[in-house]
């Protein structure tokens, strides 16, 4: 969500367009390896146990790029600038199955809010919910070599 820090900029009379503006820098990938890298370097400069900083950085890096990547695939606004500052250029993805969500706490909560909710659930949070069991399954099969009925989570066993 850190990405979206951007919508502050309306209060200040920046606005969308804007270089600082919604999806603009925030939302590019310079942004993301700037975020990544402050992270690992600031708040964990000794890693995490079980993971190199370089992994760490590589993991953190594409969940901020995702939010743009993501934001691409919305049916409105005026894009995504993932080359921002070298080029302010806006993009959109050629397939843009995401509803885009209205901006402002009291238009989220709204009809077009709901759909947009709708929309998230069916093209982000349920594909990355099927990620996450096959991945589960793969790291389980991988340790010990089969897979029986006790290795499914709780959520499947019903």
Do not use: C, N, Q
């Amino acid at each position: 969500m850190i990405p979206d820090v951007d919508v502050v900029g309306f209060r200040f009379g920046i606005h969308y367009g804007d270089f600082l503006g919604h999806r603009g820098f925030t939302h590019s990938l310079a942004f993301a390896v700037l975020l990544s890298a402050g992270t690992v370097i600031l708040a964990f400069p000794h890693g995490v146990p079980g993971l190199s900083r370089l992994a760490l950085f590589v993991y953190l890096f594409l969940t901020t790029a995702s939010h743009g990547f993501l934001d691409a695939m919305t049916d409105g606004g005026l894009g995504v600038a993932f080359f921002a500052p070298f080029d302010d250029t806006r993009y959109f993805f050629h397939w843009t199955p995401i509803h885009v969500s209205p901006i402002g706490f009291s238009r989220f909560f709204s009809a077009r809010g709901l759909a947009v909710v709708r929309s998230e659930l069916l093209w982000v949070w349920l594909p990355t919910a099927l990620l996450i069991i096959v991945v589960w399954f793969i790291r389980r099969g991988a340790g010990t070599g089969t897979l029986s009925s006790s290795d499914a989570p709780s959520v499947l066993k019903r």
